[in-house]
C-alpha cells in the first residue's frame, strides 16, 4: 500500500478494503455480508432511486493514545438510525447488530486508522435503503444496510480557528413538521445550493432560520448552532433540525464546567448578544463561529474580531477531543473500544 499522508487527508472518499453489508427480506433481517466490492446491484425501480427511502448516519473511530480504537457514541448513532427508520416508514435496525457491522468495518480495516497525533480518524458511513422494487408512492419490502469506512483528515489544517457563515433567506432546509430531524438524503438535496451560493461567496456555510417565521436560529450547514452568554451554553429548541450527537454530548460537558444549558428558541436579534458562537457536528465537533453575516438585512453579528476562537469553544473542544482520543476518563461511557 502507498504511504498515506494521514495529516493531509481530506473529507473525501478513499477506498478500503471491506464493506459490511445486511439484508432486509421477508420481514427479517439477514446475516452479516463482507464485501470487498465498492458498489451495489440493485434493481431500477428500488425506492431509494425515485422516493428517497435513504438513511445514513456518520460517526468516526479514533487511535488512541494507548494505541486502542475508540468508536464515539456508537448506541447514539444507532438510536438516530432507529429514529430516522421510523420517520421515513423503513424497518428498524436493531442497535446489536448496528454494533457488530461497525465494529467490523473498524477491524477489516484497521490499517486505514490514522495514528494517534495525526488529527486525522476512521469515518464511518452507515446508510440503510429501500431496494425493493415499487412503482406506486409506498415503503419497499427489501432493504439494504451497509457500511464503509474511509479515512478522513483533520477538519483543522491550519490549527483550531473561527470562521464566517452566512444566514440564506432564500432557501429552507426543512420544513417546521418535515424531515428535518430525520439524516435522510433529501435534506441535504435540499442543502446543496445554499450551501453552494455560501461557498462561492467565501463563507464556511449557510446558515439557516426557521421555514416558518424566518425569525429563529436552525442549523448552520451540517452542524447545530450554540451560542455562549452569562457562563450559560443556549442551544435552538426546533422541530426542523437534526439531533447532533456532538451536540448533545457538548451540552454534557458544558454542565460539568459549572455552566448553565438552554435548549429553547433563538431569535435571530439575540446573535447581537452571545459573546461566542459555535457550530458543531461529527466532522469538526466544533467550529467556531467568526461572524455571521445577513447581507439579506444589511446585518452582521460578529463573535470573534480576532479570527481566534473564544475560550468557551476551545475549552470544549479540548474537553470532547480528549474523550475522543482517550486521554481522558470516558466518565459518561461514550467511547466503545474496539478489541
Ligand atoms: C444537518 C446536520 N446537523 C447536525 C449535524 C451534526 O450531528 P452530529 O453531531 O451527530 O454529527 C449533522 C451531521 O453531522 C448534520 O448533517
Same mark, same amino acid.
Given at each position: ?30 446475516? =452479516?455480508? @463482507? ?13 431509494? =432511486? ?23 457514541? &456508537? ?30 468495518? @473498524? ?57 464566517? /457563515?452566512?444566514?440564506?433567506?432564500? /432557501? ?36 439557516? =432560520? ?22 450559560? /451554553?443556549? !442551544? ?34 439575540? &446573535?447581537? !448578544? ?41 475549552? &470544549?473542544?479540548?474537553? =470532547?477531543?480528549?474523550?475522543? /482520543? ?14
Amino acid at each position: 500500500m502507498k504511504e498515506i499522508d494521514w495529516s493531509n487527508l481530506s473529507f473525501g472518499y478513499m477506498p478500503t478494503d471491506y464493506n459490511v453489508r445486511c439484508n432486509y427480506r421477508d420481514g427479517a433481517w439477514g446475516e =452479516l455480508e @463482507v464485501s470487498s466490492s465498492e458498489y451495489i446491484n440493485m434493481h431500477m425501480a428500488a425506492t431509494c =432511486l425515485h422516493y428517497g427511502q435513504e438513511a445514513f448516519e456518520g460517526l468516526k473511530a479514533f487511535r488512541g493514545k494507548d494505541g486502542k480504537i475508540r468508536i464515539f457514541r &456508537l448506541e447514539e448513532n444507532a438510536a438516530r438510525l432507529q429514529s430516522t427508520c421510523r420517520g421515513i416508514m423503513m424497518p428498524e435496525l436493531p442497535t446489536d447488530k448496528f454494533k457488530e457491522m461497525m465494529l467490523k468495518v @473498524v477491524k477489516l480495516n484497521e490499517r486505514f486508522i490514522p495514528p494517534y497525533g495525526t488529527g486525522a480518524s476512521l469515518y464511518l458511513r452507515p446508510l440503510l435503503i429501500g431496494t425493493g422494487a415499487q412503482v406506486g408512492v409506498r415503503p419497499a419490502n427489501e432493504y439494504l444496510f451497509v457500511v464503509f469506512a474511509t479515512p478522513v483528515g483533520p477538519y483543522f489544517k491550519g490549527g483550531f480557528a473561527a470562521n464566517p /457563515y452566512v444566514i440564506t433567506r432564500k /432557501y429552507d432546509r426543512a420544513a417546521p413538521l418535515g424531515t428535518g430531524t430525520f439524516k435522510v438524503g433529501g435534506n441535504y438535496a435540499a442543502s446543496l445550493r445554499a450551501s453552494m451560493e455560501a461557498h462561492e461567496a467565501g463563507y464556511s456555510a449557510e446558515f439557516y =432560520l426557521d421555514a416558518k417565521e424566518k425569525k429563529y436560529i436552525d442549523e448552520c450547514g451540517a452542524a447545530n448552532f450554540f451560542g455562549i452568554k452569562n457562563n450559560t /451554553y443556549i !442551544t435552538p429548541l426546533s422541530t426542523s433540525i437534526l439531533p447532533s450527537i456532538t451536540n448533545k454530548s457538548l451540552m454534557k460537558l458544558a454542565e460539568d464546567m459549572g455552566m448553565k444549558v438552554e435548549r429553547r428558541p433563538i431569535a435571530e436579534e439575540e &446573535l447581537e !448578544t452571545f459573546e461566542e458562537a459555535g457550530a458543531c457536528g461529527t466532522a469538526a465537533v466544533i467550529s467556531p463561529i467568526q461572524r455571521i453575516d445577513d447581507p439579506e438585512n444589511n446585518k452582521s453579528y460578529v463573535f470573534s474580531k480576532d479570527g481566534k476562537p473564544g475560550p468557551v469553544c476551545e475549552k &470544549l473542544y479540548n474537553k =470532547l477531543r480528549a474523550i475522543q /482520543y482517550g486521554e481522558e476518563p470516558d466518565t459518561y461511557g461514550w467511547v466503545t473500544i474496539v478489541e
